[in-house]
């Protein structure tokens, strides 16, 4: 008897280069995690004072998926109590550096889109 081993889902279609870069850093959190990430690598504890207001189930869960993209690598250190670090991978840094326009209309901007949000 042959046991077939199931097939691997079929490569993601998008509908544009914007599609892509959105399933990646889709979220509200993600980019954050990004920005944080681009400084340098962080301990879990300290990427979540970083990002404030994000869950630990939320940030776990978005710390995987950016892993399973390529974007985050993360070291474990096997040491007790655990050490664990993300750092962004090169595909990752490029990502963070391709969101610094964001960053930088934000700030420009931020005062003014303050007034709106509050």
């Known amino acids: 008897m042959k046991i077939m081993s199931k097939a691997p889902p079929p490569p993601a ?3 544009c280069g914007l599609d892509a870069a959105l ?3 889709g979220g509200k959190w ?8 681009y400084r340098g690598p962080h301990r879990y504890g300290e990427l979540k004072r ?9 940030l776990i869960q978005h710390l995987k998926e950016l892993e399973a993209h390529g974007i985050v690598s993360r070291t474990d250190h096997h040491e007790v109590p655990p ?5 962004l991978t ?9 969101l610094m326009p964001l ?6 901007h931020r005062k003014k889109i303050g007034d709106v949000v509050d």
């Open 30 to 37: 993600k980019p954050l995690i990004l920005h944080f990430l």
């Open 13 to 15: 279609e998008f509908i």
């Open 90 to 98: 090169r595909l990752g840094k490029s990502l963070a550096e391709a």
């Open 83 to 87: 050490r664990v670090d993300y750092a």
């Open 50 to 58: 970083c990002v404030k207001g994000v869950s630990d189930k939320m």
């Open 103 to 108: 960053c930088v209309w934000g700030e420009k």
């Open 23 to 25: 399933r990646v850093v």
